[in-house]
């Protein structure tokens, strides 16, 4: 199970924190990512960093996001910097397990960037 955290309304430019914590001991079995959706789009990958510690970006974060996790926290993190208002969004926790193909999802986190 997967629970995210941080949402917040925030000015443009200005930073926020998204936090993600599994529960059992196999967190770290999983590739983590963080996603987000705006209602009427699809879902977007946000960042993703895998099993051996690979870490990939959307272009539209490069620079400005950074994700990280703490197998021994089961924790995920995006920190994120000089938010605009694209960056609007419910993001959402994921684990997908590399070989199993199973995909666990927070309950979503609201992200509204507005002056």
């Known amino acids: 199970q997967l629970v995210d955290s941080g949402g917040d309304l925030v000015q443009p430019g200005g930073s926020l924190t998204l936090s993600c914590r599994a529960s059992?001991?196999?967190?770290?079995?999983?590739?983590a990512a963080w996603y987000r959706q705006v209602q009427g789009k699809q879902r977007e990958l946000v960042g993703k960093v895998t099993v051996g510690g690979a870490i990939e970006y959307a272009d539209s974060v490069k620079g400005r996001f950074t994700i990280s996790r703490d197998n021994e926290k089961r924790t995920l993190t995006l920190q994120m910097n000089s938010l605009k208002s694209e960056d609007t969004a419910v993001y959402y926790c994921?684990?997908?397990?590399?070989?199993?193909?199973?995909?666990?999802w927070g309950q979503g986190t609201r992200v509204t960037v507005s002056s």
């Open positions: 994921n684990a997908h397990h590399p070989t199993l193909y199973t995909d666990d």
């Open positions: 059992g001991r196999t967190f770290r079995l999983y590739d």
